[in-house]
């Protein structure tokens, strides 16, 4: 059964440094100005952000490179890798809201920096809401770095697939265009593994994968 | 009986859930319900019956998933549960109702799926659900209000069958996109839905709540379908917390405080809607009064007119604004649209769209703007046009209830506005002007109002939903027009009747206007003026709005007044030469206002070009410089732009008009990307460097690029893409430029490209970011 958890701004907790690795301070603190108006932004962000998540615990079989997950058989060598034994993997979609994706439109408009800025709080923030979600899963120390796709040799076509087996936009307000990009923006889609052991890997969302052509690495 | 008098002569039963039942007979997760239509009509009979002997007596076909999105065999599909509903309801006395669910997509501005689509969509189901014999249309689950219009147009336009609309709201009493009862209200009354409610999300005690709002706002029968509380998982199993018992008894208050349809969805079985009829069916049956609220609405909120006078942002209008004449012939839409976010703070309700000029479409502009504008500003707008094929337009894809300017009492002017009107919903300002032209009396204006009305209600639109506008004149050329006007105002108020008024016009040919307007202004709304369009960056208009709003009560605690009042305190700003600094070193800093009063100050000494040459380009440079050499960051890049662009906007006016720029560069975010900040950025930094951008948006079409560059002698394009899947979208247009424009350079960006895909997909050159942009259109254009 798809469970749904919201969360209040006031719980969610962005990691600053990670909006300045999203705005290109890879190796060195930003700039006072330069945090002064990630502050504003992210204080309007979180205003009009409404965290909502939806999820569903599935058994998980690997045959070779195929992944099923019960509702879906996953061909990825990555998945099956990430996956690894596992009996059962949480599949969540994830969303800051409409309100968040309609400010970050308007702050581009207004002024392209705020816009920018904006679009890295909240890159930042869903991050830091699945965050909250995987420490909600039962055994959060045995969960597998999330993972998504697009991730590795992951198809994207496969969001389809979970946007359809969560039914997203019924419970949280999140499609696909044809495209394949979700709308709201920064939405995500993963698969977060129930490991047997605890789980030695400190890395989590983007910075697991190995694209090398990504800006943010 | 037919099922419109049936709900107006007693409370009408529906059906409640069907996917925890045909779970249980076998349904497999991720397996299409629909589809047992055809496999499985016994089990689908047997649902609906255990329905209708429970009680029911609207049962739903199975075809909430049922489009062309989801299904080749549409046509099969809901003849069969057209079929299979009917089939079961041979012995009672009940109707069917095709059940229309969302499309599972999002529509433009937010998503992809284009208004006419959507139409098509839930049209081609409305038609083939008709034919096999549905009893009336149910649109439900709809949590997208432009997706929940679209959805009843279809419907209208594709049978004559009553519509019924229920759609999602959250705990906040908003739907997902926003949208809150009273707008959703106004939207689908306008429409001409017969029957409108809330169903699915909540359990029927949060619905309790929101039942008052649908009672103090609309008009035609309110319709409630909770779900049996919230889902929980027990031994594996999907159960729901709220058993028959206690969902009957809420469904109870529910019909007390005024809902007349009632049922269930997820989660309810036969036995709650069984018990549910049994509590309910002596209960008193109170349907909703007829509401006189003027009403329009955006697609978060309503506004009312008739308390608070109404102010309408007159600032979106090419008449006599020169740059805004120029940025509807080149396209740029930011214009606009930072036009309507700045009235917006400036704190006006509604805003007025006029995008009339000659050279353009109106028709198309009208349909971009408006999108545009309703992508990122909620309030609601004033469709402002003659062109009856561009109000059309608007009408159609305006998400909520638009206010029309306007109708007069010319019969070609309502012969053309009232079917609009009455088709699609709205409000409507009528001019009291007719085919012997403008009364010189009040009673005059007065019986052409009364006259458009008489008219209004032959087309069945109600006298509510008619703004009469008595025309305020040039006082300089007629001493008594201020005072006709003023009387008709009052005449109207006297009578009910809404009125709204061009407050500047009475000022023409005279000086100092702003302050005859705003004395006009407070006298009229002392006579009762409900609406007026005004310029809100008066000082006078807007000090007038907040003493008369502050004076008759109609600002609570004056905390407007006190707002305004503190806004109006004189900010200092320290001009920039006076802290020494120079207007470069103010572009290299980012210091916005600082560098706009130091390259004013220059004009004083250096034309136009030489402080572009040898300040602004210079310092641009440097910036760039330390961009590409990465010592210097995004944001403080964007500063630099920033203040690069209010230095060039001082200067603007002072170049001679013909001195062209450095040669015109086409943007676009490819066919099927929605994603424009990076563009955005390019966008800014070309502009900063002298070049003329056309910037044709997101998700363009390869076509609509082909033919832009053509038609405007351009060559150079920069495309964006930001997912693999989009990537082939940008080969195309390339493909199509080669062929079309063989002489245009392409240069591409976006997170997924790199050298060896440009080089693949024939582009000219890969940007890794905006400057490297700037260098290659130097190259390409000097």
New interface residues.
Partial sequence: ?VEIIKADSSQIIIDKKEIAVY???YSVP??C??EG?IFCCESEFLKAANFVACCEKVPVKIIGDTVDL???AFSSKSLAKNLSGCDYAYVMAATTG??A??L???N??????K???T?CVGSAAIEAFCDKINLSFECPDFLRPRFSPGYGDLS?EYQRDIV??LQT??N??M???????M???KSVTAIIGIGKEKNKCTGHGCMTCKSD???YR | MTILEKIRSSITYCDGGAGTLLQSWGLK??EKPETWNITNPDKIIKMHRLYLEAGAQIITSCTFGANRFRFDNLEEIITAAIRNAKTACKDFDAYVALDIG?T???LEP???LKFEEAVSVFGEAVKIGAKAGADLILIE?M?DSLEAKAAVLAAKESCNLPVFVTC?YDETKKL???ADPEAMIATLEGLGADAIGIN??LGPRQMLEIVPDFVKNASVPIIVNPNAGL???ENGK?VFDVDPDEFSDIMCEIVKSGATIIGGCCGTTPEHIAKTVEKTKNLPFILPEKKKHTVISSYTHAVKIGDVPVIIGERINPTGKKLFKEALRRNDI?YI??EG?AQNKKGVSVLDVNVGLPEIDEAEMMVNVIKALQ????LPLQIDTVDPVAMEKAMRIYNGKPLINSVSGKEESIKSVFPLVKKYGGAVIAVTIDENGIPQTAQGRVDIAKKIIARATEYGIEEKDIIVDPLAMAVSSDPQSANVTLEAVRILHSMGIKTSLGVSNISFGLPSRPDINAVFYTMAMQCGLDCAIINPFSTEMMKAWHCFTALTGKDESFAGYIEFADSLSPVQTQPAQKDGISLDGCIIS?LKEQAGVAAAEMLKSLSPLEIIDTMIIPALNTVGKGFEEKKV????L??S??AAKEAFDAIKAAIPSGESGKGKIVIATVK??????GK??V??LLENYGYEVIDLGKDVAPEKIAETVKGNDVSLVGLSA?????VP?MEETIKLLNKTAPQCRVMVGG??M?EEYARMINADYYGTDAMAAVRYAEKVLG
């Fill in positions: 059964m705005m290109g301070y930003c700039d100005s330069t108006m019960g509702f879906k409409i309100e994706h309609r970050i439109e308007r581009g408009v207004t002024s392209p920096l816009g920018v800025i679009d994207l359809e087996f936009k019924k949280i307000g499609v696909l265009t044809e495209g394949l990009m709308v709201p923006v052509n990504c800006p | 997760a991720g969302p599972g997509r999002m937010l998503g992809d689950t949590n999602v997902m996109t926003g699915c999300s889902p929980r998982t999907t930011n649209l930072n976010i992508a990122v500003i909620d980012g960051y995004l944001p403080q964007l500063m732009a920033q099927g990307d929605v994603h424009d900040i955005n950025i966008k800014v930001l997912m693999t899947t989009t979208a997170a997924v790199t």
